[in-house]
T-cell receptor, first 112, second 113 residues
């Protein structure tokens, strides 16, 4: 199936540490999205990026739309136990379609 | 404002049977997306409906089908169920226009035995 490459696949970190994850594609995207999924729930939107080079923050989260439009990065600063979950990137193909393809996910575990 | 609602929350079917999953979008949203999430894996794009029409389809066999009704709610049908169809099926809705992004429901957990 169609999925974006997301890394790392999983990570254990200590509370208070910063976290970085990224997503790459062979296709150019118009929009990059970052979602978080808690167990038994649907993904919840964290950050939306609409322009190449855009850097957007949401509290302790910061995401960037790569200038090649083929990648995106998410950083979490000073992680806390409730950051545990699966983080997904998603890309929307260039104009003409509003189809969204998701990454393979990064499973984050925070050690208190 | 009510979010995206999916029903049922859990569904158990026998191999070979048919399953019907339902999704009600957020009021005002005209696009509905369906994704399959097998256990421990990412989201695989299944179908996208907008204004009652199928706009795009993922790499799934024809026994996965669906439709969107005039009130923008949607149904996903899976025929001739196979064991590997067991997964969380997620529906998302989106308002027409740039700047709007998909909002997800909590999903239907389908188990095929």
């Amino acid at each position: 199936g169609q999925q974006l490459n997301q890394s790392p696949q999983s990570m254990f970190i200590q509370e208070g540490e910063d976290v970085s994850m990224n997503c790459t594609s062979s296709s150019i995207f118009n929009t990059w999205l970052w979602y978080k999924q808690d167990p038994g729930e649907g993904p919840v939107l964290l950050i939306a990026l609409y322009k190449a080079g855009e850097l957007t923050s949401n509290g302790r989260l910061t995401a960037q739309f790569g200038i090649t439009r083929k990648d995106s990065f998410l950083n979490i600063s000073a992680s806390i136990p409730s950051d545990v979950g699966i983080y997904f990137c998603a890309g929307q193909f260039t104009s003409g379609t509003y189809k969204y393809i998701f990454g393979t996910g990064t499973r984050l575990k925070v050690l208190a | 404002e009510a979010g995206v609602t999916q029903s049922p929350t859990h569904l158990i079917k026998t191999r070979g049977q048919q399953a019907t999953l339902r999704c009600s979008p957020i009021s005002g949203h005209t696009s509905v997306y369906w994704y399959q999430q097998a256990l421990g894996l990412g989201l695989q794009f299944l179908l996208w409906y907008d204004e009652g029409e199928e706009r795009n389809r993922g790499n799934f066999p024809p026994r996965f089908s669906g439709r969107q009704f005039p009130n923008y709610s949607s149904e996903l049908n899976v025929n001739a169920l196979e064991l590997e169809d067991s997964a969380l099926y997620l529906c998302a809705s989106r308002q027409t226009g740039t700047g709007s992004v998909p909002t997800f429901g909590s999903g239907t957990r389908l188990t095929v035995v």
